[in-house]
């Protein structure tokens, strides 16, 4: 996974590939941002944009 096939890829997508990435690889949505070299804001904007929000408890995306 890169930063440019992350930024074409489909939402819900990037959304499975980014939960698995935390439950398997980092244990925190800020470990895996720097891992990447992701920005904050546009990952949460589009898990927003489909309806979910980062849940620290459980280290994973969330349906809202």
Do not use: P, T
Not at 32 to 58: C, F, K, P, T
Request: glycine residues 4%; hydrophobic residues 40%; aromatic residues 6%.
């Amino acid at each position: 996974m890169n930063k440019v096939q992350l930024e074409h890829m489909d939402d819900h997508m990037l959304l499975s590939i980014i939960n698995e990435k935390l439950r398997l690889e980092c244990e925190s949505l800020e470990a895996l941002l720097a891992l990447y070299e992701l920005d904050s804001g546009h990952v949460n904007a589009r898990m927003a944009r489909i309806g979910y929000h980062y849940d620290a408890g459980s280290n994973q995306f969330k349906a809202a």
